[in-house]
């Protein structure tokens, strides 16, 4: 199996979910199991039928994160040194030229990506226009509406 980048972070929220899953969704699921088992006849309990589909679920989910976690290459952007490069992992401080509007992002792992929070997918069109480029670049990214391009003002590793 290939390594998939996660920044620090992400990691950590993997885990999270994980440790969670494991010591308290898990047990609960199981006496829910239990509780429904005692209530007699199985053919026809609503209820053992949702515990049994919630419990596939969450160790489904459970074997997912184990194997994302054990091929991740964890990478913590305060320690890269990529001499100013964009790379997985940075905080890209971009101006659309069309426009003149100011953005920010975070290249991250797909696991991790939410642009809510500023946080692109390296696999998405923008991170994959940014990657190995330096502030002060211009790159053209290939939008829905058309190529859009932005100019990189500054690149950090936060």
């Known amino acids: 199996m290939s390594t998939v980048p996660l920044t620090k972070f992400g990691a950590e929220l993997l885990k999270q979910e994980l440790h969670k899953l494991k010591t308290k969704e898990r047990p609960e699921v199981i006496n829910a199991i239990a509780e429904a088992r005692a209530q007699g006849d199985l053919s026809e309990n ?14 489904g989910r459970i074997a997912e994160l184990d194997s994302k976690l054990s091929a991740a290459q964890i990478i913590d952007p305060t320690e890269l040194d990529a001499e100013g490069r964009v790379v997985f992992a940075s905080t ?3 101006e659309d030229l069309e426009n003149g509007q100011k953005v920010t992002y975070q290249i991250v792992g797909e696991d991790e990506a939410d642009l809510k929070l500023s946080k692109v997918s390296i696999t998405s069109p923008i991170a994959r226009a940014l990657i190995g480029k330096y502030a002060g670049d211009v790159v053209g990214v290939q939008a829905p509406a058309g190529v859009r391009e932005y100019e990189i003002l500054e690149v950090q590793y936060i």
């Open 46 to 59: 609503a209820e053992y039928d949702a515990a049994k589909e919630r419990q596939a679920f969450i160790e």
């Open 92 to 94: 890209v401080h971009l």
